[in-house]
């Protein structure tokens, strides 16, 4: 009888735990933003317009991975943080992130007429709609937050705050988001020449400023030591590093009706990739190299972080 390598056994065990608790974040986060995202007005709100609901929760409510608030539940777990706080966090988190698609996809942005295998929000209502449900979202993110739902200790409510806020802002998505802009020569009359390490920087802010919250989040709400905050941290900003290079080879080797978008945009947009820096293959090797990277700095959680060691073997792997 041949021999179960105990190593390979263990990690499939954990992938498939990893599935169970990535669906269960998903059912729980669509929950709790369907009640957050009701039609009642809550205390200091006058109303809510009916349209401008309907087009947030088309943008939150439509599907997806659910991928940061899992991050978000799971790194908090390390600490025993309560399930409610942790949801809390991720769906202000979830809200930022489909405030961001909803405007990505607009027709002065990437001008893309699907997102999860449906008409994007701009397609779906229009644009003045769209724009204002991704406004709404964001705001409403730190609405979340801020309450004593999300966390009993102002003080911790109000690191969430600031460390969104960043995360989202000039120096982390959006401004990632202009850099992007930048390299596809919006602004020039070429694009200009980047170096892997730009790439870099300008990824780190775009896609892997709010992983990498994601996993600052639970050691907040843990109030975790210093040593533990960085190498939550240190694993979160690799990850988004391995996301972004696992999304940009989708957008040249995968298959529009699975990946639920339109794929071979970012050549035609001359947009600043490590796929198109390196290479398909050389990517794929960095993407393998980031992945081992992101499993190192959990070791010392030891098997209680098996299953965001899986989550980074996902993202390495997925197919949309």
Known sequence: MARVDPVKKSAVHADATF??????VARDTQALLDRLLATTPIDGERARPVRLLDVMRYASLGGGKRLRPFLVVE??????V?????????????????????HDDLPAMDNDDLRRGRPTAH???DE????????????????????????????VRLELVSALARAAGLGGMVGGQMLDLAAEGRFDAAPPELSEQDVKVLQAMKTGALLRFGCLAGSIL???NPSQRAALEHYGSALGEAFQIADDLLDVEGDPATVGKATGKDAAA????????????????????????????LSAFGSDADV?????????????
Do not use: W
């Open 128 to 155: 003045a709609s769209a724009i204002l449900a991704g406004d709404g979202l964001l705001t409403f993110a730190f609405d979340i937050l801020s309450r004593p739902e999300t966390h009993p200790d102002v003080e």
């Open 75 to 80: 790194s908090a777990a390390l600490f025993d």
């Open 123 to 125: 397609k779906a209502f």
């Open 82 to 102: 309560s399930r409610q706080n942790s949801l809390m966090a991720g769906a202000a988190l979830e809200c930022v992130h489909c405030y961001s698609l909803a």
């Open 270 to 297: 001359h947009k600043a990739t490590l796929v198109g820096v390196l290479g398909p293959a050389a990517a794929r090797r960095r993407l393998e190299n980031l992945v081992s990277e992101a499993q190192a700095a």
């Open 222 to 224: 843990g109030k975790a």
């Open 308 to 320: 965001l060691k899986a989550a980074a073997r996902f993202v390495a792997t997925r197919t949309a």
């Open 19 to 24: 599935q169970d608790r990535l669906a269960r």
